[in-house]
């Protein structure tokens, strides 16, 4: 079975803070992705990393996905209260298939 | 449609009652998945649609759950004698086939009580 543990679970901080959270699994994955998630919302995707080592940035948020492809990273610099809500990392598992991992839900606080 | 919409988005029920979720995909999108998300935390794979035709349900967690989707389009989600247990946010995605890596569109789910 495929898993994707996600650390920490929950992150609490104040407003201009720095974060990372990450985003392990045993697998390799053809490609992994990024969503968020706020509450009463389905997830939104944030990026899609496909190469090994592939580093991406969404303004204060930086991607990237390990060299064997196999976990991947989210920092986001200076983190603002709109950045709060669940991250969820998904791997892509087969041809259609995502495979989410555990969640990690981050609150801004001003 | 322009998103996925999904309806109810809320739905109380007793235990025991059978309930049906409805997802709309987006127009042109063949591809519809349904996923519960328990408590806030991940989301966990019940059944992928490829046109009307259901070539994966191994994540239906017993045979109380089915589903089908009709004309390609519109699917429902039926829980029949629901339990407790089966409390959660439904949540349906859609995608062009062969587009996986371009990620889903997600409804905004349903959320299930059972009391």
């Known amino acids: 079975t495929q898993l994707l543990e996600q650390s920490p679970q929950f992150l609490s901080i104040q407003e201009g803070e720095n974060l990372t959270v990450y985003c392990n699994s045993s697998?390799?994955?053809?490609?992994l992705q990024w969503y968020r998630q706020e509450p009463g919302e389905g997830p939104v995707l944030l990026v899609t990393v496909v190469t090994g080592g592939e580093v991406k940035k969404l303004k204060r948020l930086t991607f990237q996905f390990g060299d064997a492809r196999k976990d991947s990273s989210l920092h986001i610099t200076a983190a603002q209260p709109g950045d709060t809500g669940l991250y969820l990392c998904?791997?892509?598992?087969?041809?259609?298939?995502?495979?989410f991992g555990t969640g990690t839900r981050l609150k801004v606080l001003a | 449609g322009a998103g996925v919409s999904q309806s109810p988005s809320n739905k109380v029920t007793e235990k025991g009652k059978d309930v049906e979720l409805r997802c709309d995909p987006i127009s042109g999108h063949t591809a519809l998945y349904w996923y519960r998300q328990s408590l806030g935390q991940g989301l966990e794979f019940l059944i992928y649609?490829?046109?009307?035709?259901?070539?994966?349900k191994s994540g239906l967690p017993s045979d109380r759950f089915s589903a089908e989707r009709t004309g390609g389009s519109v699917s429902t989600l039926t829980i029949q004698r629901t339990q407790q247990e089966d409390s959660a946010v439904y949540l349906c995605?859609?995608?062009?086939?062969?587009?996986?890596?371009?990620?889903?569109?997600f409804g905004s789910g349903t959320r299930l009580t059972v009391v």
């Open positions: 998904a791997g892509v598992s087969g041809t259609y298939k995502y495979i």
């Open positions: 697998s390799v994955f053809s490609s």
């Open positions: 995605a859609s995608s062009l086939p062969g587009r996986v890596q371009y990620g889903y569109t």
């Open positions: 649609f490829q046109g009307n035709s259901a070539p994966d």
